[in-house]
Structures are given as structure tokens and as C-alpha cells.
């Protein structure tokens, strides 16, 4: 069973740094497209970051770049979204996905993916 689990969200004051992880099971991330979205109270889900099969391919939101860096441990199974310079305004509940059919490319465009995790919450605030 494909299953996806998020960790390392939490509690920090503006301008610090967390580190989410997206663990992997019944598939290897190298196959698929993985993406970070996230949702905050009242607001649409919306794209964060992404990484093709490859790892060739990254894209940003305008907002994070410079800010957010995507990376993969395929030994580890694991994709990772490295946050720094935290902003109030990146609280939000983040979610990885996976979606097997992109060839050397991914897409921030949440309808595209098909599997999802259960989401770990980030609270930036002093």
C-alpha cells in the first residue's frame, strides 16, 4: 500500500528554520513526482515546492524561493522541504504527495497528484 508520512513540523519564531520530511512506503519516491503543498485556515491548498522522478526538476511557489529548498534521499526514501527565514504567514498545514505519470518534470497544480499524506503542522509566530 503507497503510503506517504510527513514529519518535523512544529513551533518557530519568525526567521528561524524547520526541516519537513516525507517518508515513503509502497513505492520509491525515484518513481514518482513528489510535491509539498500546504494549507492554512481558511485558505485553498496551495503548491509549495516539487521534485520530478529524477530529481532533475524542481519548481517554487514565487514566495518560497530563495527561501525553501526541496531535496531527496532515495536511500532513504525520503524527500525533504527545508525552510528558512520563516515568515507568520507560512503557518499552514503541509502536505506531501506523489503522482506517478510526470516524466522529467513536476507541477505545483494539486489536482495532479494522487496520493497524499496526512499533513504536519507549522506555526511561525514569537
Known amino acids: 500500500q503507497l503510503q506517504l508520512v510527513e514529519s518535523g513540523g512544529g513551533l518557530v519564531q519568525p526567521g528561524g528554520s524547520l526541516r519537513l520530511s516525507c517518508a515513503a512506503s509502497?513505492?520509491?519516491?525515484?518513481?514518482?513526482?513528489i510535491g509539498w503543498f500546504r494549507q492554512a485556515p481558511g485558505k485553498e491548498r496551495e503548491g509549495v515546492s516539487c521534485?520530478?522522478?529524477?530529481?532533475?526538476?524542481?519548481n517554487y511557489a514565487d514566495s518560497m524561493k530563495g527561501r525553501f529548498t526541496i531535496s531527496r534521499d532515495n536511500a532513504k526514501n525520503t524527500v525533504y522541504l527545508q525552510m528558512n527565514s520563516l515568515k507568520p504567514e507560512d503557518t499552514a498545514i503541509y502536505y506531501c504527495?506523489?503522482?506517478?505519470?510526470?516524466?522529467?518534470?513536476?507541477?505545483?497544480?494539486?489536482?495532479?497528484?494522487?496520493?497524499w499524506g496526512q499533513g504536519t503542522q507549522v506555526t511561525v509566530s514569537s
Open positions: 521534485v520530478s522522478s529524477s530529481g532533475g526538476t524542481t
Open positions: 509502497g513505492f520509491t519516491v525515484d518513481h514518482y513526482a
Open positions: 504527495a506523489a503522482e506517478g505519470t510526470l516524466i522529467q518534470k513536476c507541477t505545483l497544480s494539486r489536482g495532479e497528484y494522487d496520493y
